[in-house]
Each structure stands twice: as structure tokens, then as C-alpha cells.
């Protein structure tokens, strides 16, 4: 490997701005990190060129721990976004600086100036300033500049962020030849997708400081295992659904019957140009999804982009995406290529069927929020917690009210008659706060968070898995919401005090195993802890600090009754006012 | 005067050049020519022995050798100074930052004597400078530590916007191809900054010959000794000596002249030499 990184992690002022990330760059590979502005990509560049210091992890360039070695030492080559050329030399100084500096010989630099301005093809301009130069010009001599001392890793920070559409083409087009050319391991950092998918054999997806997804433009586009990807590369549209034993449906579930138990609510991706339109729903190729009206229809060129309201209640897909929905069915996005259009003209106001050819489904665990409570009050005070707040802007999700008169009531014996909602349940926590998971775990929630509204975002998750078989689901919703949290994880295994020796180092490896499972299947690095005790004592002693700390647990649940069983030694957690958070994510087994 | 009408945002160029020449002359340019007129009266043999008299010699040894090496000192520590402020954030930055004017505001004479009282042998820092065998007051070293003072200003005020415009980037980029701290320091931030420190040295220095309030209560003015040319040419005039004065006037104007035009030149080659293409 060329370049790697293992969980770096970068704190400014306490805050992590690249968080746990983890790559490896092959050797001539060329990577680009996407992402938002403050993503922490530009920071990562740097720690990796070590024009950064890291608070915790390691760097290594072609197997070398280079993490406390200075930048001078560490033989990159670093283009910045506003050129950096040293204004008081000429082009000819500027690229045998590196030369210069490692004291080359007179003829030594001479032949490299030639040959690298031969390569990024500005022959002759040895002698001009660079404020002779026109930005494109200079940006190719400080890419020059930076090969001059034949580094194995090019690193670029947004390199044609400063320069006009036409030129960012052009010099597009130059830097993947030298790179090619030159088979040098390359990073490079944006904010532009196009970009990104023009140059990138991988392309790595950052957000609020995690490495999100990295993958291949086209499998990153196709299917995405992010809520932030799916929508940040291309359009996207959101749908809730719900899968079952006869596939997917758009409608959500109604009264518990033996079918609709095991209903479970999916996110799926719908892009705009898998949609198809028709008059009516027999003239449909593709799946049927609902009936919609037209309200938006724009002449894009090669395109018509549309935008269509879901109608008739039955079939109303959820809204995922925020603005978008409301009681009155969501807004879909859709785009039709000429010849469609050609076939089906629609004007605003005209109902369609509307179908979808292709439909991923997000593998993500977490799909939606319920503030439950016995009061409408209390619901919307529940869904007003910062905590519930800041999740579902940054998941693209709704927080439904749910009103449940019976919420916190003990078993009367007969079978339930009401289902929990889907998604995430959450209830307040204080006095009877367990008695209210317990109720929705017994109604059939997946996943109860019990919060205090008034605690503000947590900046530290624990996750703690009460058994082997719970450790999946709940690294899944772990992963699901740290994606979407700027906080800090750590996981905690806890063995009883007794556990004998041999016994400990299986353990140890179970932990390890689950660790590098998380990083492969969900793309989460977490730090792991392993400790001996009692669990409820262990976890208590995690959440003592002053600050806000999730704590997600996964509780294997053999049937209903059992809850209350496998809830009591987090009850006084549960029951305590303005404690922390506590995330109950139930593990079938 | 057709080709110098340009269309200009400002209008009104005519009148602006003719407040900027009558300005000029009243202010500068008539006292300038008194002096001259004053001073150029002796005969030749006369002025000769004015300006060559050992005591008028030993004043300009004074006068610019302090003020020249005053600048020097001021170049260097005021560079760091200005790096500081400009460099690193600290509490009570914008406090040092102010401080850094009041040479500028202090009545010169306040300066002299508050730095007079310092220094003197029985001053805070007198005493402990006599135990080390310096004398500071009454001493050409006390020349220079005030015309430091009073040139500093001059100095950081000149480099900070300078050091402002060399962009991390730049030293960020000399690091990752393998320069080191004092490589960068040479090549990268002093040739960046070298214009406008060389401004300030020419400032304080310019500043360090005409100055007279701070340095007269320091110095204690023995002829021969610790006595600088402006002093020399106020005492020709307490004596009713005008001709000398004003010989002496005109002396100090010419060397002054010479050295800053000199000094101009430099700064106008660098400039060149940084413009023009070639190396």
C-alpha cells in the first residue's frame, strides 16, 4: 500500500474535525476525497502531507510510520487550492526549489526544470514571474514544482478550485495524464462530484469527519450505503418502505395482523431518471409505485427535469426528505430524457402513474423517528430535542407523533393490539422511563431511544452489545447514527470479573473480530475497550463524565415477556432525570 | 500640461496639483531654500571651518552612527515583534499592538526623560546595568536606546502588513519540498519582506538624524562626547551664531539627502530585479 491511514483522528478545540478515518491508497491509485465544505477533507490532506499533527492514529507512505515524521521529511508532493508559487522567484526557481534545497547539482536541476515543463507543457516560461502567468499556467507550475523532487505521493487540495469551468477542464484533463503517466499514488480533495468522477479510480465520501463510503465512482453511485452519499453524489429521491415476506411496499403497515409483524421499514434510493411516468398504471413498464400529480416541469437541455407530488393516500410513500414532506404527499424528483418526453408530454396539474425501474435499498438500520408519549404535548416535546433534532436534519428523516394513552402500562396478558411505531421509538427518560421502553419493546419497536429533551447533542457514543448475538445489529445502528453525529465512539465489551484466563483471550478476539467487522461491513471505525464487571456498574462508570454521552445498547430479546428481564440492569439509567441518552436497539434471535 | 489629463475618478486635477505644489513649497521646500540661502552666505573658507571643526565632526560621527545603528537594532527586533503580532494570538495582543504607537504620540521629550530616569545611574535598570560596569545614561549607548525607541514604531509598522501577505500556504508549501525552518526564513518569508523592512530601517534611520527631544536629557551633551547635531546647531543658536547654525543645518540636510536617496536607490533595484524577467 501506498498511502494508509488508520484511525485518524483530528480534534480542533475538543471537536473532531476527521474523525477514526481509515484508507489505503494502492500504489498509482487515484483517489479523491468528496465532501462538503468542513467535512474535514482539506485537514485530512494535510495530516497525511503532516502540515497537521493528529491527535490519535497512524500514517503510513509505502509502509514507512511516518505519523511523528515532519513534512520536510516526508517526501509528498502538495498542490494547494491558490497555487502557492513563491512570487519573488521565476518559474524556473520556483520548480528546482525542492532541488535546491537538497543542494542538486546546477545541471541536475536544469534537466528537471526542462523535463517538467516539457510534462505539464509549458516549455520556455522558465524566466517569467508567476504573476506573468495566467491562474491555469500556475497552477500547472506548481504542480510541476511539487514533482520536482520525484515524491511517490501527490497530494491536491481542491487544485482548480480558484480557476474558471473551461480551464478546470483542460487542466483536468493534463493532471490524469501526468498522474497516469507518472503511475504516482495521488489524493485528491473536493467538493465537486463531476470532478470527482472525471479523475477518481476510488472515490472516498466525507462528512462532519468521517470517511463515510469509499468505493468506485459507478458503485457509489449505483448503490450507495448512505443516506449523505446517495443524495450528495447525483439526485436523489428518499422513500420510506416497508419489506416483507412479498417484497417491498410503499405503504406503511396497518394493524398488527401476523403478516405485518414482521414488516420491516427500509429507506430505499429512488434516482430521478429510474422514474418512469404513464397516463395510467397498465401502461407502466416498471414497478408501480402510485398515482402523482404534476406541479413543476422544467426544460433542462438534454433533459426535462419534473417534479411530481405523490397522491392517493394508500400508496403514499413516506417522505424521507425533509422540506419535501408534508401531510399533503412528497415531492419526487424526477428527470425524462428527450424521447420520454416525446411520448408522454405532461404539463403541471396532469396526473400520472408513476413507476420506478430500479429501487436500492438502504442498507442502513435506522429509517425513521416516532416521538411516543401519552399526551400530544409531550410528543412534541420529545421530537423538539436537540439531540432527535440534529439527527433527523442531518438523516434527511421525519420525526412522526406518535400519541399512545397506554405508553408505560404494564401487560394486562393479551396480545397487543396497537404496534409500536416503525423506526426509532423515542420516549422521554425519568420516572418510568424503563416501564416506557419496556412497553414499546413489547409492542414490537426495533430500536427505543430514551432521552432527556432538554440534554443537548451528545459529543461521545458508547455502544455496548449485552450479547454475541446482538453485536451485528447494533454496531448497524451504531454506524447508522455516528455517521450522522459528529461525536466520538467508543465500544465497550464487558466480561464478568471471573472470566478464566483462556476464556479472556477469546474475548479479546471476539472483540477484535467485531471491530474489523464494523469497519468492513459499515464503514465505522470505533476504538474498543474491553473491561471486566458488572455490566450496569461498567456503564455507569463510562457515562459519569460531565458531558453528553449516547449510549446505544443491543439487547437480545427471545420474546416479549423477556424485556423487562433484560431491561432491568439499566433501569436506574432509564428512570433517572436529565440523564443521559440510552439507544435500546433489540437483536432477534 | 495636455498629456498629463487623464480621465480620472478624481476630478479636479489641475486644482489638486496646484494645492499639492503651494503645500509643498510653504511647508517644505521655502524653509528648505532659507536654509540653503542662510547656509550657503559664509564663504567658502568659513564654512569650512563650520562644518570641519572636530566638535561638528565628532556630533555627526554621533548623530548618524546612532541612528544608523538605532535602525539596525530597531530592523531586526521590530521584525520580530511584528512576527509576533502578526504570527501567534496571545492575550492582550491587540494591548501590545497599541503600545507599539506610543513612541509615535509621547511628546519626545517625555520619552527622554522617562528613559533618562530609567537608565541613570541610580535607575532601576542603571543600577543593575553599573554593577556589570555599563554606563547606558550619559553615554552614546544612551543615544542609541533612545532613538530605538523612538524609531521601533517606524519598523513594525512597515513589516506587519508585509508579513500579513506572505500566506501560510507559501510556507506550507516550502516545508513539503523539503526546506527546512531556516530555508524557509531565507528564501521564502525575508526576500517577501525585505522591501518593507528595508522602508522601516529608512524611516527609523531617517527619523533617528532628525531627533533631538529624547535624546537631548539622555545624553548628557559633552561636546566631543555624547553631543548629537541638531543639539550642536541649537547651541550655535542660543549663542546668536546663525551662520553656523545654518551651515550646519545644510550639512545635516545634505548627508541626510544623500543617504535616503541612496537608500531609495537600493529599494528601487530590488524592485527591478524582482519585475523584470531574468535572474
Not at chain 2, 500566506?167 to 516550502?174: P, S
Request: net charge positive; charged share 20%.
Amino acid at each position: 500500500m501506498s498511502i494508509e491511514l488508520d484511525q485518524v483522528t483530528k480534534r480542533y478545540q475538543g471537536v473532531p474535525v476527521v474523525n477514526d478515518v481509515s484508507i489505503e491508497v494502492a500504489e498509482g491509485e487515484f483517489l479523491v476525497l468528496l465532501g462538503p465544505s468542513g467535512s474535514g477533507k482539506s485537514t485530512l490532506l494535510r495530516a497525511i502531507a503532516g502540515l497537521t499533527e493528529i491527535d490519535r492514529g497512524r500514517v503510513s507512505l509505502h509502509g514507512r510510520d511516518v505519523t511523528h515524521v515532519s513534512a520536510r521529511e516526508r517526501e509528498v508532493g502538495f498542490v494547494f487550492q491558490h497555487y502557492a508559487l513563491f512570487r519573488h522567484m521565476t518559474i524556473g526557481e520556483n520548480i528546482e526549489f525542492a532541488l535546491r534545497v537538497r543542494r542538486a547539482k546546477t545541471a541536475e536541476r536544469r534537466d528537471r526544470r526542462k523535463e517538467l515543463l516539457r510534462l505539464v507543457a509549458l516549455e520556455g516560461m522558465d524566466d517569467r514571474l508567476p504573476a506573468q502567468l495566467s491562474g491555469g499556467q500556475q497552477q500547472r507550475i506548481a504542480v510541476a514544482r511539487a514533482l520536482a523532487h520525484r515524491p511517490k505521493v501527490l497530494l491536491m487540495d481542491e487544485p482548480f478550485g480558484a480557476l474558471d469551468a473551461k480551464i478546470r477542464e483542460e487542466l483536468r484533463r493534463t493532471i490524469r495524464q501526468i498522474q497516469r503517466e507518472l503511475g504516482i499514488s495521488t489524493i485528491l480533495v473536493t467538493h465537486d462530484q463531476e470532478e470527482a468522477f472525471a479523475l477518481a479510480d476510488r472515490i472516498g465520501v466525507m462528512h462532519q469527519g468521517r470517511l463515510l463510503e469509499c468505493g468506485k465512482p459507478d458503485d457509489l453511485y449505483t448503490r450507495p450505503a448512505t443516506r449523505f452519499v446517495s443524495t450528495f453524489l447525483g439526485a436523489a429521491n428518499l422513500l420510506l418502505g416497508y419489506r416483507s415476506k412479498d417484497g417491498i411496499r410503499f405503504s406503511p403497515p396497518g394493524n398488527p395482523t401476523p403478516a405485518t409483524s414482521t414488516v420491516q421499514e427500509i429507506v430505499t434510493v429512488l434516482r430521478p431518471e429510474e422514474v418512469e411516468l404513464a397516463a395510467g398504471s397498465k401502461e407502466l413498464k416498471s414497478t408501480f409505485v402510485g398515482h402523482a400529480r404534476v406541479e413543476e416541469v422544467l426544460f433542462g437541455g438534454a433533459v426535462e427535469r419534473l417534479r411530481v407530488r405523490m397522491q392517493d393516500g394508500g400508496t403514499v410513500a413516506s417522505a424521507v426528505k425533509g422540506a419535501a414532506a408534508s401531510s399533503d404527499g412528497t415531492l419526487i424528483e424526477v428527470t425524462r430524457t428527450l424521447p420520454e418526453k416525446r411520448q408522454l408530454p405532461v404539463a403541471p396539474g396532469q396526473r400520472v402513474a408513476l413507476g420506478a425501474r430500479r429501487i436500492h435499498v438502504l442498507p442502513t438500520p435506522v429509517s425513521s423517528f416516532s416521538a411516543v408519549a401519552t399526551v400530544e404535548e409531550d410528543c412534541a416535546r420529545i421530537a423538539a430535542a436537540p439531540m432527535l433534532q440534529a439527527l433527523s436534519t442531518r438523516m434527511l428523516t421525519r420525526i412522526n407523533h406518535r400519541v399512545e394513552p397506554a405508553l408505560g402500562q404494564p401487560p394486562d396478558g393479551k396480545p397487543p393490539k396497537v404496534l409500536a411505531p416503525p423506526g426509532v421509538a423515542a420516549v422521554e427518560s425519568g420516572p418510568g422511563g424503563a416501564a416506557r421502553v419496556e412497553w414499546l419493546l413489547r409492542h414490537g419497536a426495533l430500536q427505543v431511544l430514551c432521552l432527556d429533551p432538554e440534554r443537548p447533542v451528545p459529543a461521545r457514543v458508547v455502544i455496548h452489545a449485552a450479547s454475541d448475538a446482538a453485536l451485528r445489529p447494533t454496531m448497524a445502528v451504531a454506524s447508522s447514527l455516528l455517521r450522522n453525529l459528529p461525536a466520538e465512539a467508543a465500544f465497550l465489551d464487558i466480561q464478568p470479573l471471573d472470566l478464566p484466563e483462556e476464556a479472556r483471550a477469546v474475548q479479546l478476539r471476539h472483540l477484535l473480530d467485531a471491530r474489523s467487522e464494523a469497519a468492513a461491513v459499515h464503514g465505522l471505525d470505533v476504538r474498543t475497550e474491553l473491561r471486566f464487571g458488572d455490566s450496569a456498574t461498567e456503564l455507569s462508570k463510562e457515562l459519569a463524565a460531565e458531558d453528553t454521552a449516547l449510549l446505544i445498547v443491543g439487547l437480545p430479546l427471545a420474546s416479549a415477556a423477556d424485556a423487562w428481564q433484560r431491561l432491568r440492569p439499566l433501569a436506574r439509567l432509564l428512570d433517572a432525570r436529565g440523564g443521559d441518552p440510552v439507544l435500546i436497539v433489540r437483536a432477534a434471535t | 500640461m495636455r498629456r498629463f489629463r487623464q480621465p480620472s475618478i478624481l476630478p479636479g486635477f489641475g486644482l489638486t496639483l496646484g494645492f499639492t505644489t503651494f503645500f509643498l513649497s510653504a511647508i517644505v521646500l521655502i524653509p528648505l531654500a532659507a536654509l540653503i540661502i542662510k547656509g550657503s552666505t559664509p564663504s567658502l573658507g568659513q564654512l569650512k571651518e563650520i562644518l570641519l571643526d572636530p566638535r561638528a565632526i565628532a556630533s555627526y560621527r554621533l548623530s548618524f552612527g546612532a541612528a544608523f545603528l538605532a535602525a539596525t537594532i530597531n530592523a531586526l527586533f521590530g521584525f520580530i515583534v511584528a512576527w509576533t503580532l502578526v504570527r501567534y494570538e496571545f492575550p492582550g495582543r491587540r494591548l501590545v499592538d497599541a503600545l507599539i504607537d506610543l513612541p509615535f504620540a509621547l511628546p519626545t521629550a517625555v520619552s527622554g526623560i522617562a528613559l533618562t530616569a530609567v537608565f541613570a545611574p541610580n535607575g532601576w535598570l542603571g543600577q543593575k546595568l553599573a554593577e556589570v560596569g555599563v554606563q547606558v545614561a550619559y553615554t552614546w549607548i544612551g543615544v542609541v536606546v533612545a532613538l530605538t525607541l523612538i524609531g521601533l514604531p517606524f519598523v513594525v509598522r512597515s513589516v506587519q502588513p508585509a508579513l500579513i501577505e506572505v500566506q501560510r500556504d507559501l510556507e506550507d508549501a516550502a516545508e513539503t519540498l523539503g526546506a527546512s525552518p531556516f530555508q524557509i526564513f531565507r528564501r521564502i518569508i525575508l526576500p517577501a519582506v525585505l522591501p518593507a523592512l528595508l522602508t522601516g530601517f529608512t524611516l527609523a534611520f531617517a527619523r533617528g538624524i532628525g531627533e533631538y527631544g529624547s535624546v537631548v536629557f539622555i545624553s548628557g551633551n559633552l561636546p566631543m562626547k555624547t553631543e548629537i547635531t541638531p543639539l550642536l546647531i541649537v547651541i550655535k543658536l542660543e549663542q546668536f551664531d546663525y551662520l553656523a547654525a545654518a551651515a550646519l543645518g545644510l550639512a545635516m540636510l545634505v548627508m541626510s539627502f544623500v543617504m535616503l536617496f541612496a537608500i531609495n536607490l537600493v529599494q528601487a533595484w530590488g524592485r527591478r530585479r524582482h519585475v523584470a524577467a531574468g535572474r
